[in-house]
């Protein structure tokens, strides 16, 4: 069977140092492997892509381990957009229950490239999880000075907080070159103002260590971590002493239950970064570090006052971040140990390299290096923001049910009012992170002139979660108490109807008997006309025109009052009372009222329609004084009421009688034509018997026919008749009132 040669790109071998370090290797990248065909086991080691199936923009940790090499496989080809998963990445030892629980530094050690075989970056990293071994990294002196950028991530670890502090010169309490970073880091729990929680964040103006040549930043923020809810029996005081809020889920049954308690947890991160060209230091200004130095001082802790010695400190770049988890275990943190984050971590030069970022200066792969820790950094808080808002949507939903189900039930108000506040100290949070990034920016900028480009997209995604909660949490309670208060006025508001109603039967209740109470009280008088003991008949007889004089009053007294007050609906209500009868009824109707016009045959008819131009006269009805008073119903009263109903039925009863006699009678226009031309041929017959000199008062048209003639002319205009032209003259305007009009000679030869 034939072989084949197959160049490989080998993961990072993983050496064990004698300080028990883990050191990345990559010495033996490339090897020569002869595997025979369908050697499955020599294809799974391959673990190697060709340059050409990368994509640009793909992500740093799927680009790893590409090179320019070829695959080459007997019996099935690889496709160019397929590749194999990146290697899993090795520690130096397995966790159990019980190291989980102790605290641990990870260090790892960006190694600088003149110290590197075959000028390859290569990456060392170790676990620690006591003082002494924290303490072995600066008595080898090889490895101190070996690192261009270092990364320390304590979890868990109060005793590496000191050491730190105290290499770093953190904990200084000299104002020029101290930074009170100290105090923040040390405070564990959460801080309260006024015996409330307050969730701060914080960060740290850029500071130059001339004498040390460095720059110095910090910053710390709180964030919100959900556990899921023990047990009774493994639930401490303490525990839930430290709680913030406590969050509702389902459970298996879909049944809501205590699911999540919310605790506050720290981060602070450290930045420095070594200047290359260090500034130069006034000569006015006296060293810091001189006294300390004279007096030998190498200790760290032993005397906060007393500035150590500067060969003593770590004076290289480094970030330190330190992490506590209210659980105490280092897979709580946000970021948890041996994940994503610190794997990735551990190979940053190479991904640099492979993008052709990869710089020259040493200088300039500490910052790149730097950036992408922060980014990083951000990106875990933000996630943790995410987690924190899945857990929160179903308490939400929780909340929703429960308040839907019963908008008016009062009991679940403490509840809501519980959540508004805390929601409103989740949205205060996300707004001291969001200042915090911007801050930190602003220092990382300053902290290395002439890069610029820091946190790019994570102001972007804090503003996305920061509308996230305004969407999700803040808007959905307090719709929540606006529904809540709503539901409970409407419920008062209904209990307030029904009092009235009752109160109103009680008045007509007293508004009968009281007149009958008195006729009781007036017959039980001991006076003289009553000393014979009249008949009981007597009190019916009074009772009942005191009855019927009583409720006449009232009527009367309703009436008047009701009228002189008016409403302040009439005028609506009027208005589209006359729109609905011009709209059905348009020749009895207008949109101002009844036609003035129309004279109805029959005297009940005519008292009908009387009737109705009287009720809907513009000035009671459309151009009434509106009020703003308001009553029951539309305020007009029983009488209103009454009227509107007439005005309906006695229009429809009119407008019937109408066109039955329109249907009986002749065309009016056909009428008044007919009689008109009778009456006008034998007007102008007698007239040319007058003599010319008559009076000419004798020749006058009389009154009817000649409003019978305008009629004849109006329907004729109507009818757009072209008729006969006109002669040029006329008789009107003349003195003798007729009016003639002559016919042309030439109107057949001109039409």
């Given at each position: 069977m034939d072989r084949l040669n197959v160049p490989v790109a080998a993961s990072p071998t993983l050496r064990t140092e004698p300080d028990g370090s883990a050191r990345e290797d990559r010495s033996d990248d490339r090897k020569v492997f002869q595997s025979r065909r369908g050697d499955s086991s020599s294809r799974d080691s391959a673990a190697f892509l060709s340059t050409d199936s990368v994509k640009k923009g793909a992500s740093l940790e799927d680009q790893y381990h590409t090179e320019d090499l070829h695959l080459h496989y007997p019996r099935k080809r690889r496709s160019w957009?397929?590749?194999?998963?990146?290697?899993?990445?090795?520690?130096?030892?397995?966790?159990?229950?019980?190291?989980?629980?102790?605290?641990?530094?990870?260090?790892?050690?960006?190694?600088?490239?003149?110290?590197?075989?075959?000028?390859?970056?290569?990456?060392?990293?170790?676990?620690?999880?006591?003082?002494?071994?924290?303490?072995?990294?600066?008595?080898?002196?090889?490895?101190?000075?070996?690192?261009?950028?270092?990364?320390?991530?304590?979890?868990?670890?109060?005793?590496?907080t000191e050491f730190l502090l105290s290499k770093f010169n953190i904990s200084a309490q000299d104002d020029l070159v101290g930074l009170d970073f100290d105090g923040y880091l040390r405070h564990k729990r959460p801080e309260r103002r006024g015996r409330k929680l307050a969730m701060t964040g914080r960060s740290w103006q850029t500071q130059h260590d001339p004498w040390r040549g460095v720059s110095k930043t910090a910053f710390g923020i709180d964030y919100l971590k959900a556990y899921r809810v023990p047990d009774d029996a493994d639930r401490d005081a303490e525990g839930v002493k430290g709680k913030v809020m406590e969050l509702n889920c389902f459970d298996h049954d879909d049944n809501p239950c205590s699911g999540w308690d919310v605790y506050l947890q720290r981060l602070s991160c450290y930045i420095q970064h070594k200047e290359t060209s260090p500034e130069v230091v006034d000569p006015d200004i006296p060293n810091p570090y001189k006294q300390a130095s004279a007096k030998g001082v190498s200790g760290f802790g032993r005397n906060q006052h007393c500035l150590p010695r500067l060969e003593d400190l770590d004076n290289c770049s480094a970030i330190l971040i330190f992490e506590d988890s209210k659980s105490g275990s280092i897979q709580d943190t946000i970021i948890p140990s041996r994940r994503k984050m610190e794997s990735r971590w551990r190979r940053l030069p190479f991904y640099l390299a492979f993008e052709s970022q990869d710089p020259v200066d040493d200088e300039q792969m500490a910052l790149q290096c730097t950036k992408l820790i922060m980014q990083d950094l951000w990106k875990a808080a933000a996630e943790a923001w995410e987690v924190f808002l899945d857990v929160s949507n179903g308490h939400i939903g929780i909340l929703e049910d429960k308040i839907y189900e019963n908008p008016a039930d009062e009991s679940v108000a403490p509840e809501l009012w519980t959540n508004s506040n805390m929601w409103l100290n989740v949205e205060r949070l996300i707004l001291v992170h969001k200042n915090v990034v911007r801050e930190c920016q602003a220092n990382l900028r300053e902290l290395a002139d002439g890069f610029d480009n820091w946190l790019e997209n994570t102001p972007g995604d804090f503003e996305r979660l920061s509308n996230l909660i305004q969407e999700d949490m803040v808007k959905p309670t307090a719709n929540l108490a606006d529904l809540m208060y709503k539901s409970v006025g409407i419920r008062d508001a209904r209990h307030q109807v029904e009092l009235s109603i009752s109160v109103w039967r009680l008045s007509w209740l007293s508004f009968i008997f009281l007149p009958l109470s008195f006729l009781c009280s007036f017959f039980s008088m001991q006076v003289t006309i009553f000393s014979d003991t009249p008949s009981i008949k007597w009190y019916f007889v009074a009772a009942a025109p005191m009855m019927l004089g009583v409720f006449s009053s009232w009527y009367i007294l309703k009436l008047f009052l009701d009228g002189a007050r008016g409403s302040s609906y009439a005028r609506g209500i009027y208005e589209h009372l006359f729109w609905e009868m011009a709209t059905i009824y348009p020749t009895l109707w207008t949109r101002t009222g009844p036609r003035q016009s129309v004279h109805p045959n029959g005297m009940l008819e005519r008292a009908k329609w009387w009737l109705i131009t009287r009720w809907s006269a513009p000035e009671r009805t459309i151009k009434i004084e509106s009020v703003t008073e308001d009553s029951l119903f539309d305020g007009l009263g029983a009488w209103s009421r009454l009227k509107r109903r007439f005005i309906r039925q006695w229009t429809v009863q009119i407008q019937g009688k109408e066109k039955q006699q329109a249907s009986a009678v002749p065309a009016a226009d056909d009428v008044t034509l007919t009689a008109t031309g009778l009456e006008l041929g034998k007007y102008f017959t007698n007239l040319s018997q007058v003599a010319p000199n008559a009076d000419p008062e004798a020749l006058r048209v009389p009154l009817d026919m000649n409003r019978r003639m305008s009629i004849l002319a109006d329907s004729s205009r109507r009818s757009g008749s072209a008729g006969r032209p006109s002669t040029g003259g006329s008789s009107a305007g003349r003195n003798s009132g007729v009016m003639v009009e002559e016919e042309r000679l030439d109107w057949l030869e001109n039409p």
């Open positions: 957009h397929t590749r194999p998963r990146s290697p899993y990445l090795k520690w130096y030892k397995e966790y159990n229950a019980a190291s989980l629980k102790r605290g641990r530094v990870l260090v790892i050690d960006y190694v600088k490239r003149d110290l590197c075989s075959d000028k390859k970056r290569k990456v060392t990293s170790q676990e620690i999880h006591d003082l002494e071994g924290l303490q072995k990294i600066y008595s080898n002196p090889v490895r101190g000075s070996e690192a261009v950028l270092r990364l320390f991530h304590a979890q868990n670890a109060p005793w590496a």
